[in-house]
T-cell receptor
């Protein structure tokens, strides 16, 4: 179990419901990133953490999106009052942190979110 | 605005061919450039990371180069195999307070037996 894990792998929800997506990074990795990927596109940045501190949330689309990493390990991305346009693959990545090769990012399998 | 572009969007080659995938970026102040492979329904697999101080990296049949001055990176795949069929993504890391990667849209590679 050395890789990044995400749960659930698939989530189907109704418009207006809240969802919580979980990411468990590689043990010892300081930095954790959330991305969103639409079909046929590359992943787009949402937010990232160093330890428990949220360093940058400039990619969060609006205030319905929030993320936390309270103990510097597992992170949760929460979407409140989901809308159909939130449907996408949500990807989490982690890295040792710092610059150079220490910032090589390793990705989890993603959570496919479908909002009906 | 920092942008990453990949050309071509799709490529189909017969097995055994050597091929080159291209990646260009608008901001040359790049720390690292990372190449990934994406398989349907699976996560992104890191293939190679090139630091700004390096010009190339090699792993098996893969060789990636980085030319900051021209804003380009290439991924060379030697002796392609059907198992190489996937989408290949490049991503730029601009470091500093910007911890995130900026991705291209990818090149979908199909290697025909």
């Amino acid at each position: 179990g050395a890789g990044v894990s995400q749960s659930p792998r698939y989530k189907v929800t109704k418009r207006g419901q809240d969802v919580a997506l979980r990411c468990d990074p590689i043990s010892g990795h300081v930095s954790l990133y959330w991305y969103r990927q639409a079909l046929g596109q590359g992943p787009e940045f949402l937010t990232y953490f160093n330890y428990e501190a949220q360093q940058d949330k400039s990619g969060l689309p609006n205030d319905r999106f929030s993320a936390e990493r309270p103990e510097g390990s597992i992170s949760t991305l929460t979407i409140q009052r989901t809308e159909q346009r939130d449907s996408a693959m949500y990807r989490c990545a982690s890295s040792l942190g710092g610059q150079g090769p220490y910032n090589e990012q390793f990705f989890g399998p993603g959570t496919r979110l479908t909002v009906l | 605005k920092q942008e990453v572009t990949q050309i071509p969007a799709a490529l189909s080659v017969p097995e055994g061919e050597n091929l080159v995938l291209n990646c260009s970026f608008t901001d040359s102040a790049i720390y690292n450039l990372q190449w990934f492979r994406q398989d349907p329904g699976k996560g992104l697999t890191s293939l190679l990371l090139i630091q700004s101080s390096q010009r190339e990296q090699t792993s098996g049949r893969l060789n990636a180069s980085l030319d900051k001055s021209s804003g380009r990176s290439t991924l060379y795949i030697a002796a392609s195999q059907p198992g190489d069929s996937a989408t290949y993504l490049c991503a730029g890391d601009y470091g500093g307070s910007q911890g995130n990667l900026i991705f291209g849209k990818g090149t979908k590679l199909s290697v025909k037996p």
